[in-house]
């Protein structure tokens, strides 16, 4: 009996290997493209306010149901009156405050407020009813749970740009002489990132960036800017463990290029990019170069 649970145990861990294996990553070659839902989940930074006017108001069941996905019917404050049709599409989004106002660098507070406001993309819905004030829609795609008061719009396609092999990058690319700005924050405030996340940077159409530019993202050693703790001059000199002759701050030492990544939307004062390439962790704080 024991005999035959060892094989069955030792059959089902080498499937689940055998499985993994075959959903792993292909090593760093492997081309990282975002398809229909990173484009249309990546959200956005905006110093523009985007109209509010039309909102999902309820749903089915909303008696007891607080959040709606894909496939629940979801209603809509506007129907004939204001020239909704059956098979209209729309977008649903709403306004993000970070819930904890945690800065993970310096400077983060203040440049995300003048980048504007964070918006999250919930999803798309397509109306399959109208009655005089009010429409009734179906969620045909989901990013996120959508609730009471999320602002509805017009959807609008987003293509994605297209995108250049990885395998190219430069892990030495001399400074490219374009505008630099930061990573600032990241979907769903998370701070650090890798190939394949979505960051928002304080560049953007006021800096003559475009969708389907590509951004490198590179940091200098010796800063002191992040809130976590770290060692003065950690790169330089650390007791028991090597001096240099000389003090080197972060101008004496050649930069740490850390990947790249390509622009989905585009504001007047910010651009949320997809991370096509990253060698190492990103963190929030390191710089970013057009290319």
Not at 83 to 110: H, I, T
Not at 121 to 137: M, T, Y
Not at 222 to 238: F, N, R, V
Request: proline letters at 6%; aromatic letters at 10%; charged letters at 20%.
């Amino acid at each position: 009996m024991r005999a035959n649970l060892a094989a069955l145990g030792l059959s089902v861990f080498l499937g689940a290997t055998i499985c993994a294996a075959q959903n792993a990553p292909q090593g760093a070659s492997g081309v990282v493209q975002p398809g229909f839902s990173q484009v249309n989940c990546s959200g956005f930074v905006s110093d523009q306010r985007v109209p509010d006017e039309m909102r999902l108001i309820s749903g089915e069941q909303s008696t007891y149901k607080l959040i709606f996905s894909r496939g629940d019917y979801v209603y809509i404050n506007r129907g004939q009156d204001k020239g909704v049709r059956v098979g209209d599409r729309f977008a649903v989004m709403r306004p993000q405050p970070d819930p904890l106002e945690v800065p993970w660098f310096k400077w983060q507070e203040k440049l995300l407020k003048a980048m504007g406001t964070r918006y999250v993309d919930a999803g798309q819905v397509r109306v399959v009813n109208v009655l005089p004030k009010v429409s009734i829609a179906e969620v045909v795609f989901s990013c996120a749970y959508m609730q009471r008061g999320d602002i509805v719009r017009p959807y609008v396609d987003r293509p994605a740009p297209p995108f250049k092999d990885p395998s190219a990058f430069d892990h030495f690319a001399p400074v490219s002489g374009k505008p630099v700005g930061m990573v600032v924050a990241g979907k769903e405030y998370a701070q650090a990132y890798g190939s394949g996340n979505t960051v928002y940077v304080n560049l953007g159409a006021a800096q003559n960036v475009k969708v389907g530019d590509y951004f490198r993202v590179f940091r200098y050693q010796g800063s002191l800017a992040e809130t976590a703790p770290q060692t003065k001059d950690y790169q330089t000199e650390i007791v028991g463990f090597g001096s240099n002759p000389v003090h080197y701050t972060w101008k004496d030492l050649p930069r740490e290029v850390l990947g790249e990544g390509i622009v989905l939307n585009v504001s007047r004062n910010s651009a949320t990019v997809f991370l096509t390439f990253a060698s190492s962790e990103i963190l929030a704080g390191d710089y970013i170069e057009l290319e």
